[in-house]
């Protein structure tokens, strides 16, 4: 399943933290709204500029012809993705199930 990490200096690390875990449907639909570039099969490493940002993970059983394995930086603010990710959730918690 595509997961989202934030990360922030203020771990003091190069580690994210594990903020959103999607089906795939929930990946194409955040994927149509925010523009996202390839970073690679590793966490980007951050800066001492960097405020924040989130990536996205995809794995390996989750990908249709567009995509590849690996790590996509966001091309928004951390604070946009985090709106979606919270309306994610209150729309899970809505659907019977």
């Keep these: 399943m ?3 990490y934030y990360c922030n200096g203020l ?6 933290i594990l ?5 795939w449907e ?4 955040l994927l149509n709204l925010f523009s996202v570039q ?7 490493a951050m800066t001492h500029r960097d405020q924040g ?4 993970n995809l794995l390996k059983g989750d990908l249709d012809d567009k995509w590849r394995v690996g790590f996509y930086s966001f091309d928004a603010d ?3 993705i985090e709106e979606w990710v919270q309306t994610c959730v209150v729309s ?3 659907t019977p199930g």
């Design 78 to 80: 951390l604070l946009q």
């Design 11 to 16: 771990a003091n690390n190069d580690l994210g």
């Design 53 to 56: 940002f989130a990536v996205l």
């Design 19 to 23: 903020r959103a875990v999607l089906s």
């Design 92 to 94: 899970r918690n809505l």
């Design 26 to 29: 929930e990946c194409k639909s």
């Design 38 to 44: 390839y970073a690679g099969f590793q966490l980007p």
């Design 2 to 4: 595509p997961n989202i």
